[in-house]
């Protein structure tokens, strides 16, 4: 985990040109397979996220910082299909930015005597003809991502409501897009970003066939959206990025797809970082 401002080249080398590996992010599945299940177990559904908590801990340790923020960042579809699975995705982030299983009470449980500086966001997302294909906490600055005012969080969550969709597939590079350009507003030690999604991105590569996707001719603006995010975000800030899928089979082929882009926008850093070293 870099401190903001951190170091592009290093975040690239340790992803290592050649290795195959994606670097520093994760992708994450949830367990259960059908939307009624999905999110109804605790912590442990997030295995990315203690895994980046773990890496914030041992930050905490090896440098010996005392204060400590974490920003997280969630993107939830906001569509019509996710009605049966969205109620309970509300309730899992009240655990995590509340209470005795949260971010914070975690973190500084396992690590006495620092403090622990907890930065939330939330954008919902639907699909390309809907007319409120976002919506932010702020209507009136919504690249003011982040708040530490968790009751503002509470409240907006609460009035999330599923509708819209129309086809299967649903505008990820919307949201996704939308992040990068609030690049400005990540501070924390330790960035994330979990996507909750029951629905693949558009573009024939990102579903299996027999999905419906009335705008498949936007496969290459996903491919790009993609790659900018890793290349802009993820990378340069040290951030990690979840997949919480709500329809593991339905999502299977865009993270298998993503995974090959996040490895080349991470070849490719770590290749530009290695040719300005050997630069005279």
């Not at 982030?93 to 009470?105: D, W």
């Amino acid at each position: 985990l870099s401190a903001p401002g951190g170091d592009p080249e290093a975040a690239a080398a340790s992803a290592g040109a050649s290795s195959g590996g994606a670097g520093p992010w994760m992708l994450q599945g949830c367990e259960s397979q059908s939307s009624s299940d999905v999110l109804r177990g605790r912590w442990d559904e997030f295995q990315g996220v203690q895994e980046q908590l773990n890496e914030a801990r041992k930050m905490v340790l090896t440098e010996g910082l005392r204060d400590v923020t974490v920003d997280v960042a969630f993107l939830v579809d906001c569509t019509g299909s996710m009605a049966p699975a969205l109620g309970m995705v509300k309730a899992q982030l009240g655990e995590i930015v509340r209470g005795e299983g949260s971010i914070k009470a975690r973190l500084e449980a396992q690590t006495s005597g620092i403090s622990v500086k907890l930065r939330v966001a939330v954008v919902g997302f639907r699909d390309v003809q809907d007319s409120e294909k976002l919506e932010h906490r702020m209507r009136d600055a919504p690249h003011q991502l982040f708040t530490e005012d968790l009751d503002s969080i509470d409240q907006f969550v609460a009035q999330l409501t599923p509708r819209g969709g129309g086809d299967t597939c649903e505008d990820i590079i919307e949201v996704l897009s939308h992040v990068v350009t609030c690049k400005d507003a990540w501070e924390g030690n330790a960035k994330i970003v979990l996507l909750v999604t029951d629905a693949p991105c558009h573009g024939e590569q990102f579903h299996d066939e027999g999905v419906r996707d009335d705008r498949v001719n936007l496969g290459q603006r996903s491919e790009k959206a993609w790659m900018r995010f890793f290349s802009e975000l993820a990378i340069p800030l040290d951030l990690s990025l979840l997949l919480c899928s709500c329809n593991p089979p339905l999502t299977e082929r865009m993270a298998e797809r993503v995974e090959s882009i996040a490895v080349q926008a991470y070849d490719a850093a770590a290749a530009a970082a290695a040719a300005a070293a050997a630069a005279p």
